[in-house]
């Protein structure tokens, strides 16, 4: 399996988006919550899920032969917002990132930690992250992971 450096990131992203802490390892009901996130139903339809934890190799073997590339990370940003912003406030509240991280297996961090990370991600510095500030504070991190310096 050979992927392209564009790939690479976007699935080590979305790797460690759900393996929040840093197991090596995705859980077959996390798996289903990214292919569902995806909002892709051809490839839902077409990948098998997972009876028992995927490594990051499984991992990006099933996405390289299946994924279509077409979505840009804007575009999975985005709908993964959607998902965490539950009232549909176009706001996402430390209580809603508190939350999405909980589902998502992360509950190690405290509830300052998550106030810390909404209050880096809000510009606006009303107490909530709009879609724009999610997307800004996303790019970064991407931007880290392609060991770019970041501001």
Request: proline share 2%.
């Given at each position: 399996?050979?992927?392209?450096q564009?790939?690479?990131?976007?699935?080590?992203?979305a790797?460690?988006l759900?393996d929040?802490t840093?197991s090596?390892?995705?859980?077959?009901?996390?798996?289903?919550d990214?292919l569902?996130?995806l909002g892709?139903?051809?490839?839902?339809?077409?990948?098998k899920?997972p009876?028992?934890?995927?490594d990051y190799?499984?991992?990006c073997a099933?996405?390289?032969?299946?994924?279509k590339?077409a979505d840009t990370?804007d575009?999975a940003?985005?709908?993964?917002f959607?998902s965490?912003?539950?009232?549909g406030s176009?706001?996402?509240?430390?209580?809603?990132?508190?939350?999405a991280?909980i589902?998502?297996?992360?509950?190690s961090l405290?509830?300052?930690d998550?106030d810390e990370?909404v209050?880096?991600?809000?510009?606006s510095g009303?107490g909530?992250v709009?879609?724009e500030?999610f997307l800004?504070i996303?790019?970064?991190?991407?931007?880290?992971?392609r060991?770019?310096?970041?501001?």
């Open positions: 399996m050979s992927l392209t564009a790939q690479e990131i976007e699935f080590k992203e790797f460690a759900f929040p840093n090596g390892s995705i859980q077959p009901k996390a798996f289903a990214f569902a996130l892709d139903e051809e490839l839902t339809n077409k990948v899920l009876t028992q934890a995927l190799k499984a991992f099933l996405l390289a032969k299946n994924h590339g990370s575009d940003y985005g709908r993964l959607d965490i912003n539950k009232d176009g706001n996402v509240s430390s209580a809603e990132l508190r939350a991280l589902h998502f297996g992360n509950n405290s509830e300052a998550v990370i209050h880096e991600a809000d510009v009303d909530r709009t879609v500030e800004k996303m790019q970064k991190s991407e931007k880290k992971l060991g770019e310096y970041v501001l």
